[in-house]
Each structure stands twice: as C-alpha cells, then as structure tokens.
C-alpha cells in the first residue's frame, strides 16, 4: 500500500506530499487502520537508556513532525520513541520555499527547512494531549532572528516550557539551516551554552521530583579533534547522551545529480558512513555515554551497522520517508536479535 502511495506522492512537491501524508496518517490513525500503510503491532523489546524505558531502540527522528501536531499517528507505527521539534520560542516561517528536495538516486533528501515551526507553547499543547506511552523527545532550537551570542536564552526558555512534558530534551546546535548554529558546537559557545541548560534543567528536576535528561544533537562534518572535543564538553557539563548525526554539507556523494548542488543538509544513505564514523568516535571517547544513532538507516542490516558502532538507540527519518512504516518493525526485529 505504501509503495503505490509514494510512487503519486514522489510526483508532487516534496513539501506538498509531506503535508499530505501525515494527513492521511492521521486519518488512518483515527480509523484504527494503520496498517493500510504498513504499520504493524509494535515490537516489544525494552531497554533502559538515559534513565528511561524505551519499548523498543527505534525511534523517529526530529524534524518529520514538527509541532507535534502528528504525534499519535506517528506512534502508533510501532516506533519505541518519537523526536519532535525542532521548535523555537516563537513561531517562524523557516526558509522560502522550495526548501525540500527528494535525489531518489541515493535514497536522500537536501532541506534547508530553517526550523519552520508553530512556536514552542503549540508544541507543548498538542504533547500534553498525546496519549503515546512510548518515550517522547523534544528537541529545541533558537529562532533565526536571535543572535547567536544570546541563543542561550532561546534554548532555556524551550527547555522551561518543556520540562514538565518531555521525556528528554534534543539540543539541536548542529542543523547547517539556521546561520551560525553549528558555531554553538565548539568552544566557550559549547561550554556556555551546555552548563547554562545542565544548570537549569537540574533545577527544574529537583523542582519537579522528575528527571528529564539532557542529549545534544551534532553535526557529521567534524574531525577526529573536532569530535574529542566535543566530547569533553559532553562530559565536563553532565550531558546525558549525544545525539549523532544532523545533515551534512557535504555534496561529494551526490555531485551531478538534478538538485544535487541545492543549499542545505543533506540526510539519507550518502550521510550513513559519515555519522556511523562519528558514533566510532563518540563512543571510543565516551565509553558509557548514550549515544543515539541517525543518519542513512534504510534498512534492517543499516540498524544492526549503526549499533554496532555504538549507538543505544536507533533514529528514522529519510529511510522512513523512502520505506515507509514497515521500516520501522523491520529494523526493530533485527536490533531485538
């Protein structure tokens, strides 16, 4: 059913066809009919990561769902847990389209999205509605017309306004879409910014007898002395997990290709080797971090790989748009064996 859904909607707009297929998702969720479009029962598998239960290692991705607004539908695929955002302190209208393009090629997608959202308060109403029982992540940003030097305080308002209702909460400092935020990865920027939120989050966790604990979403263009540093930031400032990788910047995999040169990350099969290096990495830094492991998963054997470099947990997102929902109990079956 999916594969004759897709081959009609690969021939609108990506933006359109993404509108229209959580539409659609959440009318099949309402009717009790997921799997009409290959969602099945989902795979019982827990394990405890950061603290928390996950039901099963495969999660989606931030990004797909925005504002929430799809959450139930989306769970109801059989994901262990879902990453929802990146949502900013105010609402903002991301990037003038066209700002999504499909290179079916290679299984990939290029977006310079700029973190269009409803606003972080939009974001939260439509969590305390969800009736998930999984794990749900949100993952905060800063608006684009926030400099950077202040981007703490976007940051630590997100985190405020969603404490109470997340399970964790994504720091995303690594999309290439929003000028100047992969600047936050490095430095007295990374330092300032991660105590600030560990010092705020622990706050809020006393406050609130709850522990939500802190991941951090990075980049896959960094170097092995990039990535040790970044790991020692992780460390130094109690960040809970890391979440490896964002898109990347890099177009050698998909030079010559029609939309292959268009600004913007890069996501799907060609970032899979890169953020699997940077997991290696990670993990040969930081023996007991959790690390949650995204980037190029189309497959079961993708997932296995992507463990097997030392990530926890396992994230969806361009494999889940290209294979739709059978996707997800796939590479869950497999990760349980």
Do not use: W
């Given at each position: 059913?999916?594969?004759?859904?897709?081959?009609?909607?690969?021939?609108?707009?990506?933006?359109?066809?993404?509108?229209?297929?959580?539409?659609?998702?959440?009318?099949?969720?309402r009717?009790k009919?997921?799997?009409?479009?290959?969602?099945?029962?989902?795979?019982?598998?827990?394990?405890?990561?950061?603290?928390?239960?996950?039901?099963?290692?495969v999660?989606?991705?931030?990004?797909?769902?925005?504002?929430?607004?799809?959450?139930?539908?989306?769970?109801?695929?059989?994901?262990?847990?879902?990453?929802?955002?990146?949502?900013?302190?105010?609402?903002?209208?991301?990037?003038?389209?066209?700002?999504?393009?499909?290179?079916?090629?290679?299984?990939?997608?290029?977006?310079?999205?700029?973190?269009?959202?409803?606003?972080?308060?939009?974001?939260?109403d439509?969590?305390?509605?969800?009736?998930?029982?999984?794990?749900?992540?949100?993952?905060?940003?800063?608006?684009?017309?926030?400099?950077?030097?202040?981007?703490?305080?976007?940051?630590?308002?997100?985190?405020?306004?969603?404490?109470?209702?997340?399970?964790?909460?994504?720091?995303?400092?690594?999309?290439?879409?929003?000028?100047?935020?992969?600047?936050?990865?490095?430095?007295?920027?990374?330092?300032?910014?991660?105590?600030?939120?560990?010092?705020?989050?622990?706050?809020?966790?006393?406050?609130?007898?709850?522990r939500?604990?802190?991941a951090?979403?990075?980049?896959?263009?960094?170097?092995?002395?990039?990535?040790?540093?970044?790991?020692?930031?992780?460390?130094?400032?109690?960040?809970?997990?890391?979440?490896?990788?964002?898109?990347?910047?890099?177009?050698?995999?998909?030079?010559?290709?029609?939309?292959?040169?268009?600004?913007?990350?890069?996501?799907?099969?060609?970032?899979?080797?890169?953020?699997?290096?940077?997991?290696?990495?990670?993990?040969?830094?930081?023996?007991?971090?959790?690390?949650i492991?995204?980037?190029?998963?189309?497959?079961?054997?993708?997932?296995?790989?992507?463990?097997?470099?030392?990530?926890?947990?396992?994230?969806?997102?361009?494999?889940?748009?290209?294979?739709?929902?059978?996707?997800?109990?796939?590479?869950?079956?497999?990760?349980?064996?």
């Amino acid at each position: 059913m999916y594969a004759l859904a897709r081959s009609l909607l690969f021939r609108l707009d990506p933006e359109t066809a993404h509108g229209i297929s959580l539409s659609a998702l959440d009318a099949a969720h309402r009717l009790k009919l997921p799997g009409m479009l290959g969602g099945g029962r989902r795979v019982d598998d827990p394990v405890e990561v950061m603290g928390l239960r996950f039901p099963n290692r495969v999660g989606l991705a931030a990004g797909l769902d925005k504002n929430a607004d799809h959450l139930d539908a989306l769970a109801a695929l059989g994901f262990g847990f879902v990453e929802v955002g990146t949502v900013t302190p105010r609402p903002q209208d991301g990037n003038p389209r066209p700002r999504l393009f499909r290179l079916p090629e290679k299984g990939a997608i290029i977006n310079r999205m700029g973190f269009n959202n409803a606003g972080v308060d939009h974001l939260i109403d439509n969590v305390r509605r969800s009736r998930f029982d999984g794990v749900i992540g949100i993952n905060i940003g800063k608006n684009l017309t926030t400099p950077v030097e202040k981007a703490v305080d976007d940051y630590l308002i997100c985190l405020t306004k969603a404490h109470a209702h997340a399970h964790y909460i994504a720091v995303n400092i690594s999309s290439p879409n929003t000028p100047g935020l992969r600047n936050l990865q490095f430095g007295d920027h990374l330092d300032g910014l991660l105590g600030a939120l560990r010092d705020e989050c622990s706050r809020l966790d006393r406050a609130s007898g709850k522990r939500v604990p802190l991941a951090v979403k990075i980049a896959p263009d960094m170097n092995v002395d990039e990535i040790a540093l970044v790991a020692r930031a992780l460390a130094a400032n109690g960040i809970d997990a890391v979440i490896a990788t964002n898109t990347t910047v890099a177009r050698d995999a998909v030079a010559g290709l029609r939309h292959g040169d268009e600004q913007g990350g890069l996501s799907g099969v060609p970032v899979f080797e890169a953020a699997n290096s940077v997991v290696r990495a990670l993990r040969s830094q930081l023996s007991e971090l959790p690390i949650i492991g995204v980037g190029g998963v189309d497959s079961d054997t993708a997932a296995v790989a992507k463990r097997e470099a030392g990530a926890d947990l396992v994230q969806l997102y361009t494999g889940f748009i290209y294979r739709g929902p059978t996707l997800v109990g796939e590479c869950a079956r497999a990760l349980a064996k």
